[in-house]
């Protein structure tokens, strides 16, 4: 995958996510394809194309936020970043490890996104609330990184 092509894909991602990803609510909580694209670009080629994808990503998002840009290409830098460390210690050949990190990187997304609201006094849901979407999210993505994974690996992305 050439670099133009990953950075249309994530456009098309990003695309996607604002457009019709809100459609797919469970309990209120959308899925993150952005984040489960940077998840599957790190885990299949490594920790700088995943950060170069996360910040390309997040400005994408930031864009199409009402807030200040950088607080999506931040918290997306830092799932990356997560996902970077996790694959080098694990076996990445295991799905489940790509779903546990997942998971946790949607925590880490949605913790960064709620203390950036939080540090720039922008409005945000309760806590309680925050915290129940974040979970559901995390789920949502965990369960979608499998296809995207497989789909990827099938694909024999390479290291750029």
Do not use: E, K
Request: include cysteine; charged fraction near 10%.
């Amino acid at each position: 995958m050439t670099r133009v092509a990953a950075g249309l894909v994530i456009l098309l991602a990003a695309l996607m996510q604002v457009t019709w990803a809100p459609q797919l609510t469970v309990l209120g909580a959308f899925p993150n394809l952005v984040l489960v694209l940077v998840v599957v670009i790190t885990w299949t080629r490594g920790q700088r194309a995943g950060l170069v994808s996360a910040c390309g990503g997040g400005l994408l998002l930031d864009l199409t936020a009402p807030g200040p840009l950088g607080a999506h290409a931040l918290a997306l830098l830092a799932a990356a970043y997560l996902v970077g460390f996790w694959v080098r210690n694990v076996d990445p050949a295991q799905l489940v490890h790509a779903v546990i990190a997942t998971a946790a990187c949607t925590a880490v997304y949605s913790l960064v996104l709620i203390g950036a609201d939080n540090l720039l006094d922008l409005p945000m849901p309760p806590l309680d609330v925050a915290a129940q979407l974040a979970v559901t999210a995390a789920a949502y993505n965990a369960i979608l990184v499998v296809p995207a994974l497989l789909l990827g690996r099938r694909r024999r992305v390479r290291p750029a």
